[in-house]
């Protein structure tokens, strides 16, 4: 029985995610009345990336070519690579939710997580994350209005204040707020509720009608696209990169932002849309948890990074989706 709890309490995250999408589809009428709140919702996840961290801490890291490599490979690589192969196969608004996710940043808290189980460097991921947060307002609505067809240009260039806001807002309240006022547990609990209100109000606020060979074929091209980070990750293991530094690139530069996408699902689309990004959501988080016990068992001695095991089981339950 503690096997089965611990279980449930380790993928809580893809419970919620689950939960919130049935919850829209059979009991939508509090939907609508979430929609005015969806933007304080991601500026409440994105703030959970933020808080915390030291610029102090990077003086003693050159992270620059896994930091560009890695961006290179979310922002440009991988929506480049998979979009063209998603277009062949899907329409309408499933193929735009993998557009938008295609386009968004680092998941948060889902790649710093599994970067840490995995032995990875943490303070690099960190950095991933926050870079690519900052880039967002401009990359995410460029490559939509790219990709897109003529009427999402045009709404996509209406995110860029939106975006760049959100984030201003999560980093300026990060800094005002003093180290240790809130707790692991308490960024834990609302990162969760948070996302499960996201695809909620997502959900419920229109009409619902996806394919399960849609829904399987998207979840196909977020895997694909962790196996360009393996591959990426590999060559600059060749090439000479720390294996630590190797496994967040890893994790951290294909991972999408699952908080982001639905937001601006949200504004694109309807349920399709936000089923869509949340099945690429919870395939990347099925195989990143695989990843994570795969290079466990091959790296008994973990690097200074990686969390003991006493840590691994309480810590796995921040993996705040996303985000």
């Given at each position: 029985?503690?096997?089965?709890?611990?279980?449930?309490?380790?993928?809580?995250?893809?419970?919620?995610?689950?939960?919130?999408?049935?919850?829209?589809?059979?009991?939508?009428?509090?939907?609508?009345?979430?929609?005015?709140?969806?933007?304080?919702?991601?500026?409440?996840?994105?703030f959970t990336a933020f808080y915390g961290f030291s610029f102090g801490e990077l003086t003693s890291q050159n992270l620059?070519?896994?930091?560009?490599?890695?961006?290179?490979?979310?922002?440009?690589?991988?929506?480049?690579?998979?979009?063209?192969?998603?277009?062949?196969?899907?329409?309408?608004?499933?193929?735009?939710?993998?557009?938008?996710?295609?386009s968004a940043p680092v998941a948060a808290g889902s790649s710093i997580i599994w970067t840490r189980l995995g032995g990875?460097?943490?303070?690099?991921?960190?950095?991933?994350?926050?870079?690519?947060?900052?880039?967002?307002?401009?990359?995410?609505?460029?490559?939509?209005?790219?990709?897109?067809?003529?009427?999402?240009?045009?709404?996509?260039?209406?995110l860029v204040v939106e975006l760049a806001a959100i984030i201003a807002v999560a980093g300026v309240f990060a800094y005002?707020?003093?180290?240790?006022?809130?707790?692991?547990?308490?960024?834990?609990?609302?990162?969760?509720?948070?996302?499960?209100?996201?695809?909620?109000?997502?959900?419920?606020?229109?009409?619902?009608?996806?394919?399960?060979?849609?829904?399987?074929?998207?979840?196909?091209?977020?895997?694909?696209?962790?196996?360009?980070?393996?591959?990426?990750?590999?060559?600059?293991?060749?090439?000479?990169?720390?294996?630590?530094?190797?496994?967040?690139?890893?994790?951290?530069?294909?991972?999408?932002?699952?908080?982001?996408?639905?937001?601006?699902?949200?504004?694109?689309?309807?349920?399709?849309?936000?089923?869509?990004?949340?099945?690429?959501?919870?395939?990347?988080?099925?195989?990143?948890?695989?990843?994570?016990?795969?290079?466990?068992?091959?790296?008994?001695?973990?690097?200074?990074?990686?969390?003991?095991?006493?840590?691994?089981?309480?810590?796995?339950?921040?993996?705040?989706?996303?985000?």
């Open positions: 029985m503690d096997r089965i709890w611990n279980a449930l309490r380790s993928q809580r995250s893809l419970l919620v995610v689950v939960a919130a999408t049935l919850a829209g589809v059979a009991y939508p009428d509090l939907a609508a009345p979430l929609q005015p709140i969806i933007p304080a919702l991601v500026a409440g996840l994105i620059s070519v896994p930091v560009v490599v890695s961006l290179a490979c979310l922002y440009l690589v991988v929506p480049v690579a998979l979009y063209p192969v998603a277009s062949i196969v899907l329409s309408g608004e499933v193929l735009l939710g993998v557009l938008i996710v295609l990875g460097n943490t303070l690099l991921a960190t950095v991933i994350v926050l870079v690519s947060m900052v880039l967002a307002p401009v990359v995410m609505p460029s490559l939509i209005a790219f990709f897109g067809d003529s009427g999402v240009d045009i709404a996509a260039s209406d005002l707020v003093p180290d240790g006022t809130v707790s692991d547990g308490q960024l834990d609990g609302f990162s969760i509720a948070a996302i499960g209100a996201l695809i909620y109000a997502g959900v419920g606020g229109s009409t619902l009608s996806v394919s399960p060979f849609d829904l399987a074929f998207v979840g196909a091209i977020a895997i694909a696209a962790l196996c360009l980070s393996a591959g990426l990750a590999y060559a600059l293991h060749v090439h000479g990169l720390r294996n630590d530094d190797c496994i967040t690139v890893l994790f951290s530069s294909s991972m999408k932002n699952m908080s982001v996408s639905v937001m601006v699902g949200a504004v694109f689309g309807g349920g399709a849309v936000i089923a869509s990004i949340t099945a690429f959501h919870v395939a990347q988080q099925v195989v990143s948890s695989s990843l994570v016990q795969h290079l466990d068992s091959i790296s008994p001695t973990q690097s200074s990074e990686a969390v003991t095991p006493t840590q691994s089981s309480e810590t796995i339950t921040t993996e705040q989706l996303g985000d």
